[in-house]
């Protein structure tokens, strides 16, 4: 079961920018947990995109960037190419003691 | 750099036990770091399932905390998961994961997964 809510999807054409809520509550992101962003591609392993709500890990293109607000957390892809078609999971802590995820969004670029 | 590298049955009957390894491999798993397991049902999203320190501490999804054990073995570089009471809702795609320094509760490194299907 997924605590935060994305949506299903979102599409694209190469070069527009496209952006990805992600929606927690009082008990994770309003709780002031980070939120971190992971890709995953079709058949491959989800692999960290953005981490502590805006921090992109070597590597990571700077067309990616995120930012967190109240209980909400958005990703936004600029300049959207054909290689960023995947799936998107946002994920924080919980006061529960447990990694949440998003549900995910599939990004398709069109 | 960190390898995880999942490894168990891949076909499993209805009530039945899970039970997989995550070995690891280019850092210390007496590192200060957690170690989880993260589950993805076919064609859905990813599910926290729980987590191991190397002092023994564990933490689990309460949704999956009654079925749910992990153990360490420092001396072998592997950590454990077992499901209980399997049913075909078990079925996915099992990933161990590192959890990153200083305990900022993202995942940095992942193994490559390992599919189990729960099945009669």
């Known amino acids: 079961q997924s605590v935060l809510t994305q949506p299903p999807s979102v599409s694209g054409a190469p070069g527009q920018r496209v952006t990805i809520s992600c929606t927690g509550s009082?008990?994770?992101?309003?709780?002031?947990?980070?939120v971190h962003w992971y890709q995953q591609l079709p058949g491959r392993v989800p692999k960290l995109l953005i981490y502590?709500?805006?921090n992109r890990p070597s590597g990571v293109p700077d067309r990616f960037s995120a930012s967190k607000s109240g209980t909400s957390a958005s990703l936004a892809i600029t300049g959207l190419q054909a290689e960023d078609e995947a799936e998107y999971y946002c994920?924080?802590?919980?006061?529960?003691?447990?990694?949440?995820f998003g549900t995910g969004t599939k990004v398709t670029v069109l | 750099q960190v390898q995880l590298q999942e490894s168990g049955p891949g076909l499993l009957k209805p009530s039945g036990t899970l039970s997989l390894t995550c070995g690891v491999s280019g850092a210390s798993i007496r590192s200060d770091h957690w170690w989880s397991w993260v589950r993805q049902s076919p064609g859905k999203g990813l599910e926290w399932i729980g987590e191991i320190h190397h002092s023994g501490g564990t933490n689990y999804n309460p949704s999956l905390k009654t079925r749910v054990s992990m153990s360490i073995d420092t001396s072998k570089s592997q950590f454990s998961l077992k499901l209980y009471s399997l049913t075909a809702a078990d079925t996915a795609v099992y990933f161990c994961?590192?959890?990153?320094?200083?305990?900022?509760?993202?995942?940095?490194?992942w193994g490559q997964g390992s599919l189990v299907t729960v099945s009669s």
């Open positions: 994920q924080s802590y919980d006061s529960t003691l447990s990694y949440v």
């Open positions: 009082s008990s994770n992101i309003g709780a002031g947990f980070d």
């Open positions: 502590h709500n805006n």
């Open positions: 994961a590192r959890d990153s320094s200083y305990r900022l509760y993202y995942f940095d490194s």
